[in-house]
């Protein structure tokens, strides 16, 4: 897509994307959910639906925090390579020059920081701790797991993702810094960028913000919360609470031109594919990296028990996004996927989605945006730039095939364009006003629907 990219188009993907959220967390039953997208370092979309606890009924907010779970490898790699731009750190030293414990397990083995950063160690992935009620193993217990078996393959043979490797990656950050992770964080990340909201421990003002995680269950069944856990020996691969907010903000601090974390070598390589597995996403140091309908994304998923969140940004575009849930499910990756294919969607029908004949103003054409349901199914009507547009919110991909409707007259009558073969090209669109003006019903086809609250 082109790299020119504009503030409105992005708050148009962000209306659309605000809507698509809200539909597919009530068809899946989502706890709830919080997401945002900025554009240049500026929060243009920051939205929430559902409840951050169940039992409360304590709504889900844009800044409600979550446990972001392996998001925080992000935050240990750039620590990591904190400690190299000051000379601290080598990535091509084996691992047991800073941590001289492993020497007997892993003295003989060449494995490198880098081997850590990149998965490609071959060390074990969780030992014996099982992510699941129990209390997470402490460092006593992990490193008893990895002196018992360290590795399941040679450094370098392959991609195996390893908790274990940004565990140990943790404790050379603590070796070298002379704090504890958490400190390092704080030192490192939190206190350069202002964040308010995010941390390694459960201390009582992140406690109170924090949603209430609920375990992956069958349609029919109940919710069951989470425990709220320390991640312990895990802090630095997945310890990391956070909201919607700081987690944009440290994003652009990712962009090219932003020193408030590390130089632009180090961001570079950072977010270059390092490691090419067979399929997306690839890795760098810290970050996954994929594609979405030809954006690249650099980010990261995280689950805990609970919880699945995901984050991406794409610094040639300036912009960043972050959807959280607390439960085990695939909304926060969908979500995150479908913000990035609707702001290129956006960006491509723009020129297209100029000014409609007939009088109609982007003001008066806001009135018939919202979701519409009948017997059969819903419909999104959407507005980009100057246009309105049928979006298929039952589609991930929910603009891929999204119709222009073109306006018949000054009024409430449309036509349909641009569709695919099956849809009704050519056949008329019209909408109901209610007494304040807005859309109350649209007429598609022969079917009447009904325009309802997400």
């Not at 659309?16 to 554009?39: K, L």
């Not at 945006?369 to 507005?383: K, S």
Request: some cysteine; charged content about 20%; aromatic content about 8%.
């Amino acid at each position: 897509m082109p790299v020119k990219l504009t503030k409105r188009q992005v708050a148009d993907a962000g209306a659309i994307v605000r809507d698509w959220i809200g539909y597919r967390a009530v068809m899946n039953e989502v706890p709830g959910v919080s997401f945002g997208i900025s554009y240049d370092g500026e929060a243009v979309l920051l939205g929430s639906w559902g409840c951050a606890d169940l039992g409360t009924k304590r709504p889900a907010e844009p800044d409600t925090g979550y446990r972001v779970a392996s998001i925080t490898k992000t935050v240990t790699a750039t620590l990591a390579l904190q400690l190299v731009e000051r000379g601290k750190l080598r990535l091509d030293e084996p691992i047991t020059r800073y941590l001289a414990w492993l020497k007997p397990s892993l003295g003989r083995s060449g494995v490198t920081v880098r081997h850590l950063l990149t998965h490609s160690s071959g060390l074990i992935r969780d030992g014996s701790c099982e992510w699941g009620d129990q209390e997470f193993l402490d460092r006593d217990a992990l490193r008893r797991d990895v002196s018992a078996q360290a590795s399941v393959a040679e450094p370098s043979v392959g991609f195996n993702y390893s908790n274990v490797a940004y565990a140990l990656l943790g404790e050379i950050v603590e070796e070298l810094s002379g704090r504890s992770f958490g400190s390092a964080v704080n030192r490192g990340v939190v206190r350069p960028l202002g964040l308010v909201a995010t941390g390694t421990r459960l201390t009582p003002r992140l406690r109170s913000s924090l949603a209430t995680g609920y375990h992956h269950r069958r349609p029919g069944e109940p919710y069951r919360a989470a425990p709220v856990s320390e991640a312990r020996a895990f802090e630095p691969a997945a310890g990391l609470i956070s909201n919607v907010p700081d987690l944009l903000e440290y994003q652009q601090a990712h962009f090219p031109g932003d020193a408030r974390l590390l130089g632009e070598l180090s961001k570079r390589e950072m977010q270059r594919v390092q490691w090419q597995r067979g399929e997306e996403p690839h890795h760098g140091y810290g970050w996954m990296i994929w594609g979405v309908d030809g954006i690249t994304v650099r980010g990261h998923a995280g689950g805990y028990p609970g919880f699945v969140t995901r984050i991406g940004f794409a610094p040639d575009l300036r912009v960043a996004a972050a959807v959280l849930t607390n439960t085990i499910g695939p909304l926060a990756e969908l979500g995150l996927n479908a913000i990035f294919h609707t702001v290129g969607r956006v960006n491509a029908l723009w020129d297209d989605a100029g000014a409609p004949p007939h009088g109609h103003s982007r003001t008066s054409l806001g009135r018939f945006a919202g979701q519409y349901r009948n017997d059969f199914g819903e419909q999104l009507v959407v507005r980009v730039n100057q246009s309105l547009y049928l979006a298929n919110p039952d589609d991930d991909r929910p603009m891929r095939l999204a119709a222009r409707l073109s306006p018949l007259d000054d009024g409430t009558r449309f036509v349909i364009c641009d569709n695919e073969d099956y849809g009704q090209r050519g056949g008329e669109i019209s909408f109901d006003l209610g007494p304040a003006g807005q859309a109350t019903v649209l007429h598609y086809g022969a079917q009447a629907m009904p325009c309802v609250e997400v």
